[in-house]
């Protein structure tokens, strides 16, 4: 258990449907990040939230699309993916903004059909 | 962006002492030097963070030279479940650094 929580674990979704991923942390983090994680492919950063803020974008395509209502909460919204977009998301927070330890959550594997 | 080398793989055997060297040749004088660990299937989990000279936890050591252009992550009396991927980082406070690279996929044999 690492305080950060991922919802849902396993998703399965057709290149027409809109889905979501949800991500919250109970460490009091103020930074939140979503990294994609292809097979046997190192883990890529896709997004970096600051107090809520987006701080980074790493020229993620505009499919998918996140949402930070509040420092505990990150979404990742899906909508018309590929099935190259199957892989695992994890969702990380951390006390400040690159620094210190990254909390990972277990993951959501997302399956494209 | 600064960068780290490491092994792509290495192999072991039950309680022999394992050690990853990891490269990092043009690191920062403000960055950290971070190990995670991975299963598959499972989200890295921290195992060790050092700025220089040696840094020792229940799971590891961390040895860094006065240069601090390399580190080796030090895992004593390795187990079957110490069989994952092990990441190098340099961590800084900005995003640039929270890049992972391909880390060192460690087998634990019998």
């Known amino acids: 258990e690492t305080g950060v929580t991922q919802t849902p674990r396993h998703l399965v979704m057709g290149m027409t449907n809109k889905k979501s991923l949800k991500c919250e942390q109970h460490l009091g983090h103020n930074a939140m990040y979503w990294y994609k994680q292809s097979a046997k492919k190192p883990l890529e950063l896709m997004f970096v939230y600051n107090f809520k803020e987006q701080t980074e974008n790493n020229s993620v395509p505009s499919r998918f699309s996140p949402e930070c209502p509040n420092s505990s909460h990150l979404f990742l919204h899906l909508h018309t993916l590929q099935p190259e977009d199957s892989a695992l998301y994890l969702c990380?927070?951390?006390?400040?903004?690159?620094?210190?330890?990254?909390?990972f959550g277990e993951g959501s594997r997302l399956t494209v059909l | 962006l600064a960068k780290t080398t490491q092994p792509i793989s290495m192999d072991s055997y039950e309680g022999q002492e394992v050690n990853i060297t990891c490269s990092h040749n043009?690191?920062?004088?403000?960055?950290?030097i971070t190990w995670y660990q991975q299963f598959p299937s499972q989200g890295p989990r921290f195992i060790i963070q050092?700025?220089?000279t040696k840094v020792t936890n229940e799971v590891a050591s961390l040895f860094i030279p006065a240069d601090r252009k390399s580190s080796t992550l030090s895992l004593p009396r390795v187990s079957l479940s110490d069989t994952a991927v092990y990441y190098c980082l340099l961590l800084s406070g900005g995003y640039n650094k929270l890049i992972f690279g391909a880390g060192t996929r460690l087998a634990v044999h019998p």
């Open positions: 990380a927070s951390s006390q400040g903004q690159g620094t210190g330890e990254l909390f």
């Open positions: 050092g700025y220089k």
């Open positions: 043009n690191i920062a004088t403000n960055d950290y």
